[in-house]
């Protein structure tokens, strides 16, 4: 998403202004970006546009490449079926809150439920 900062005139831009469509949908062949930072440089605020074309893939989808898809489907729906399951909402905040502070402890309650689920999809499979 786009952020532009207006005042008298347009203080900075940063997003993508525009993207391309998907096949078959009507909307710019090419992709605008607009990069805004402030640094300790000789330029302080810079901002910048990029266009970039559509990218079309040259190479086939290898099969490590489906499996990560079907890893990240399956342990995506088992972290929402988890979050809305009644039974297990207050073991998981338990269990939560007593790795949060551990050295490679997750720190948001989503993170954890993604490292739950991934652990028990890799265990299945």
């Not at 009507?26 to 330029?43: E, I, P, Q, Y």
């Not at 898809?69 to 809150?97: E, G, M």
Request: glycine residues 8%.
């Amino acid at each position: 998403m786009a952020k532009v900062g207006w005042s008298a005139g347009i203080d900075y831009v940063s997003g993508a202004l525009s993207k391309p469509g998907k096949n078959g949908q009507h909307s710019c062949a090419k992709m605008l970006l607009g990069t805004h930072r402030v640094a300790a440089t000789t330029n302080p605020e810079c901002n910048r546009l990029y266009l970039r074309k559509k990218v079309v893939r040259s190479t086939p989808v290898s099969t490590d490449e489906l499996q990560a898809r079907d890893r990240f489907t399956a342990v995506s729906l088992a972290v929402v079926a988890r979050q809305k399951d009644l039974s297990k909402i207050n073991a998981d905040i338990a269990a939560f809150k007593a790795q949060k502070d551990l050295p490679g402890g997750k720190t948001t309650m989503k993170s954890w439920y993604w490292m739950v689920c991934g652990e028990e999809y890799d265990s299945q499979h």
